[in-house]
C-alpha cells in the first residue's frame, strides 16, 4: 500500500507541473499523449483506492454535481473598480498629480506599474495553508457569489500553492479566442444563442450551476492583484508582489512594466496598444499603479475606487467605406437580420466586409441608405457595425438605394410578422428552412415530444444527409431505416432505439405536441391550457381570437400569435402530414389532480432503476404534487436509489435520509 500511496503522490506532483508548464507557462516539456497517460494512470488508481484522494489531485478540478444555485461571498477586501482615462493629456495629469502629492508627503518619487487590462470577469481567490479554499465573482464589490467549483475548473488555477502561504488574490477570468470561437460553435451546434464576445463567453461559462459546463469552456484567468497577505511575509511594493505571486504558481498579469517617469509610463501605454490586435485574448486597455504599498496608503481611496490607479481606455478604430448592399438573413429562431455588404476595408487587425445592421429600427434611426459612405468600428473589437453616415458623401454621384424589410421570408416565402412593441421581423413558417434545425431540437425536447437519443447533434446530421428536411420527416425514418444504420457511428442498436423513441412519441399527450409546434409566446403551461379546453388539434385550429382570449393567462397579442399560426397554410400542411404518421391529436382525459399524496415531499433521483426511467419516475412523483430535487440536503424527504448510485446515496446515508428502491416507490404509489 506504501508503494501506491508514493505513486500516487509522485503522479500528482508531475501532472501539476505539466499543468504548470502548459498553462502558466506556456511551455509543455511532455507530449499530449505521455501526460494523458499519466492522468489516466492517477484516476484509476484513485478510483480503486478513493482513501487516496486529496484536495489537490489534478482529478479533482471538476466536480460532478450541479448546484441548484450560488451561495453570496462576502468579500474581505472590497473589490473596487477604477476610474478611466482615454487620452494622453488625462493620463499623464494624473501621473503628474499623484507624484506632486507624494513628493510632497514623504519627499519620495512616485513608480508606477503599468500592465495589460485583460477583458474579463474579476474574481477572488482565497488559500489557506497553500490550499485553494474558494473563488468568487466581483458582484458589487462588496458580496459576490462562490464559485469554487467553477473556479477548479481553470487549470491555470493552482489548486495548491509552492509554498503553504494563506492569502487573497484578486484576477482576470478570461476567455482566448481559440476557446471562444469553440464555445460558440458548439452553442450553433446546440440551437443555443452565440455568445456576443469573448467576455460574454467567460462570465456565462463562469456562472454555470454545472461546474462540466464551465470547464469544457477552457476559461484562463490571469492573476493582478495581492489582496491580503499572512502575517510575517513582508511585501512593500506592488511589482515585488507579482513576482511572489509567480514564484507561488500564480498565472500573473503579463508583461507589467515597472516605470519611474511619465514619459516611460506613455510608452508602456502605447506599446499595449500596438499589440492589442495580436494578443490571443482581448484587452480594452491598460491599467497604471502606483508601485509602493505606502504611497497607495497616504493617496487612499474614494468610495468607488482607489485613487493610486487609473485605466486608461483605447479608443476603438473606426474607418469609412462604401455601404454596396443590404442583404437579409434569416436566423435560426426565424428572426430576419439585415446585413450590411461593403466595399472591403482593413480594421482593428482584419479585413471588414460585413457588419451587422440589427433591425429596421436601426437603420431609420441612424438614416442608412444602400450606397451611402458608412463609419464601421469593431465593436469591442470583435463585431463589425455601422456607426455613423457621411450624409456630406450623398452628392457624390453614386446612387442611393432605401432600404424596406421584406414583407414575405427570403429563404421559405411565409408571411413576416413583426409585433407591437418588438423591433424584430419574424419569419413564423414551421416548414420555413431556416429555422429547421432549431425547430427540430425544439420538438424533440423534453417539456415537448421529449424523443430521447435525439439529440441536436444528431438532428444536425440527419438534416445534412438529407434524411430530415421538416419536422413530419421524422416519423418517415424508419422507411429509411437501413441508410440510417449505415451512418458512421450510429449502428443497429442506436437507429432502433431511436426508431422505437420515435415510433413512442406518437403517443404523447395534446399538450406537447401544441408547445412542440413552436408557437411564438406559448410555454408549457399555456400549452397545457389549450389542449384542455379544446381537447382536441382540430378544435383548436378552428379557435377565433375571441375563444382563445376567453381562457386564463392568454391576452390579446398571445391569442392573435395563435390564431394567425394556424390559418398559416404550412402549419396546416405540417398539422396534416403528423396526423397522417398517426401522431396524436386529441387530449387524453386523464385527471391525476385529485391525487395529492406526495405534496410537501422533496425526492432525489440516483443510480439506474431496473424498469422505470428517471424522467417516468420523476412525472410520477411530480403528478402527485412532490418536487424532484437535483441534490441531498436536510430538507430531502426520498432519495429513490437504482444501481450504480453515487455519491447522492452516500450524502442521504451520512444525513439520515429515507432511501427506497423501486419497489418500496412502487408501493408508495398504490
Given amino acids: 500500500m506504501e508503494d501506491i500511496k ?84 488625462e493620463l499623464l495629469s494624473f501621473v503628474g498629480k499623484v507624484s506632486r502629492e507624494i513628493r510632497h508627503a514623504t519627499g519620495e518619487d512616485v513608480s508606477f506599474v503599468v500592465e495589460k487590462k485583460i477583458d474579463g470577469l474579476s474574481v477572488t481567490l482565497t488559500y489557506e495553508n497553500g490550499y ?45 479566442h481559440s476557446a471562444y470561437e469553440k464555445a460558440n460553435e458548439e452553442q450553433a451546434e446546440k440551437g443555443l444563442p452565440l455568445f456576443a464576445n469573448p467576455r460574454n463567453a467567460a462570465a456565462g461559462s463562469l456562472r454555470q450551476l454545472d461546474p462540466r459546463v464551465c470547464a469544457r469552456r477552457n476559461l484562463d484567468i490571469f492573476i493582478f492583484n495581492l489582496q491580503e497577505i499572512e502575517d510575517g511575509i ?23 512594466k515597472t516605470c519611474r517617469t511619465p514619459e516611460e509610463v506613455w510608452e508602456s501605454v502605447e506599446g499595449i496598444g500596438s499589440e492589442r490586435l495580436k494578443l490571443p485574448y482581448d484587452i480594452d486597455g491598460a491599467v497604471i499603479k502606483v508601485n509602493k504599498f505606502s504611497h497607495r496608503e497616504i493617496l487612499g ?58 433591425n429596421e429600427d436601426y437603420i431609420r434611426e441612424k438614416d442608412i441608405m444602400v450606397g451611402d459612405m458608412v463609419e464601421v468600428m469593431k465593436a469591442g473589437d470583435i463585431i463589425p457595425a455601422i456607426v455613423s453616415v457621411d450624409k456630406d458623401a450623398r452628392n457624390d454621384g453614386y446612387e442611393r438605394k432605401e432600404f424596406v424589410m421584406p414583407e414575405n421570408c427570403p429563404v421559405c416565402g411565409s408571411e413576416v410578422v413583426r409585433e407591437e412593441g418588438e423591433a424584430a421581423a419574424r419569419c413564423i413558417g414551421i416548414e420555413c428552412p431556416a429555422r429547421l434545425f432549431r425547430g427540430i431540437v425544439h420538438f424533440a425536447s423534453r417539456d415537448a415530444m421529449n424523443i430521447e437519443s435525439l439529440g441536436p447533434s444528431l438532428i444536425q446530421r440527419l438534416i445534412d444527409e438529407g434524411f430530415i428536411t421538416n419536422i413530419p420527416d421524422l416519423y418517415t425514418l424508419h422507411e429509411k431505416r437501413e441508410k440510417l444504420v449505415s451512418l458512421e457511428r450510429m449502428g443497429e442498436k442506436s437507429v432502433n432505439r431511436l426508431l422505437e423513441n420515435i415510433e413512442n412519441s406518437k403517443k404523447n399527450e395534446l399538450y406537447r405536441l401544441i408547445f412542440g409546434l413552436g408557437i411564438r409566446h406559448i410555454g408549457v403551461a399555456n400549452s397545457k391550457e389549450l389542449a384542455k379546453q379544446f381537447r382536441s388539434m382540430e378544435r383548436l385550429q378552428k379557435a377565433t381570437v375571441e375563444d382563445l382570449i376567453a381562457i386564463d393567462d392568454i391576452g390579446y397579442a398571445t391569442a392573435l400569435s395563435i390564431y394567425d399560426f394556424f390559418r398559416m397554410p404550412q402549419t396546416t400542411h405540417t398539422l396534416e402530414r403528423l396526423k397522417e404518421a398517426g401522431v396524436n391529436m386529441e387530449d387524453k382525459e386523464v385527471d391525476l389532480k385529485q391525487d395529492n399524496r406526495f405534496e410537501g415531499l422533496n425526492f432525489v433521483l440516483t443510480g439506474t432503476l431496473p424498469s422505470l426511467k428517471r424522467a417516468e419516475a420523476k412525472k410520477l412523483i411530480e403528478e402527485r404534487g412532490g418536487k424532484c430535487l437535483s441534490s441531498v440536503s436536510k430538507n430531502t424527504d426520498y432519495v429513490l436509489a437504482g444501481e450504480d448510485a453515487g455519491s447522492k446515496l452516500q450524502k442521504a446515508k451520512e444525513l439520515g435520509v429515507t432511501i427506497i428502491d423501486e419497489e418500496a416507490f412502487w408501493k408508495m404509489l398504490e
Fill in 301 to 358: 481611496e474614494s468610495t468607488k475606487s482607489p485613487k493610486w490607479a487609473v485605466a486608461y481606455k483605447f479608443p476603438a478604430e473606426k474607418k469609412f467605406t462604401r455601404l454596396v448592399n443590404i442583404e437579409v438573413n434569416v436566423g435560426r429562431t426565424g428572426v430576419l437580420t439585415p446585413l450590411a455588404i461593403l466595399e472591403p476595408v482593413f480594421l482593428a487587425g482584419s479585413t471588414v466586409q460585413k457588419a451587422t445592421l440589427h
Fill in 234 to 256: 513582508s511585501i512593500e511594493s506592488h511589482d515585488e508582489a507579482l513576482l511572489l505571486l509567480k514564484e507561488l504558481g500564480f498565472k500573473v498579469s503579463p508583461g507589467f
Fill in 6 to 89: 508514493k505513486r500516487v503522490e509522485e503522479l500528482k506532483e508531475l501532472i501539476n507541473r505539466y499543468n504548470h508548464e502548459y498553462y502558466v507557462l506556456d511551455n509543455p516539456s511532455v507530449s499530449d499523449y505521455e501526460y494523458d497517460i499519466l492522468y489516466n494512470e492517477l484516476k484509476s488508481l484513485e478510483e480503486k483506492y478513493p482513501e487516496l484522494v486529496t484536495e489537490d489531485s489534478p482529478t479533482q478540478r471538476v466536480g460532478g454535481v450541479p448546484l441548484s444555485s450560488f451561495q453570496k461571498f462576502t468579500h474581505r477586501v472590497p473589490l473596487k473598480s477604477l476610474d478611466n482615462v482615454f487620452g494622453k493629456e
Fill in 132 to 176: 485553494l479554499r474558494t473563488g468568487a465573482t466581483r458582484g458589487d464589490g462588496f458580496v459576490g457569489e462562490d464559485v469554487t467549483e467553477n473556479i477548479k475548473t481553470i487549470k491555470s488555477v493552482p489548486l495548491k500553492l509552492k509554498r503553504p502561504v494563506s492569502l487573497v488574490v484578486r484576477g482576470e477570468v478570461f476567455m482566448s
